[in-house]
């Protein structure tokens, strides 16, 4: 899945549903995806059949979701 959102871009790799691999900006892995994460618009375009050699993510997709809300709620508190 490749995401653009105001001028970012980002990548997310999956097999059999589940994340293996993210880019963006730099970053990688988990770091990457909740940077993602915190995109609130954008677009973005799946491409079926799309491989990465990489793999820097090693929890599940319901792990990193909530754990990237989990950090977002402690940052909005804190401010």
Avoid: C
């Avoid at 963006?24 to 079926?48: C, N, P, Q």
């Amino acid at each position: 899945m490749s995401l653009s959102a105001n001028g970012n871009r980002g990548k997310i790799f999956f097999e059999n549903g589940t994340p293996r691999h993210a880019e963006a900006d730099g970053k990688t892995g988990d770091e990457a995806f909740y940077k993602m994460l915190r995109w609130t618009s954008g677009e973005f375009v799946i491409e079926h059949g799309v491989t990465h050699k990489t793999t820097t993510i090693q929890n599940d997709a319901m792990f990193l979701l909530m754990e990237g809300l989990r950090m977002m709620d402690e940052e909005s508190a804190a401010e």
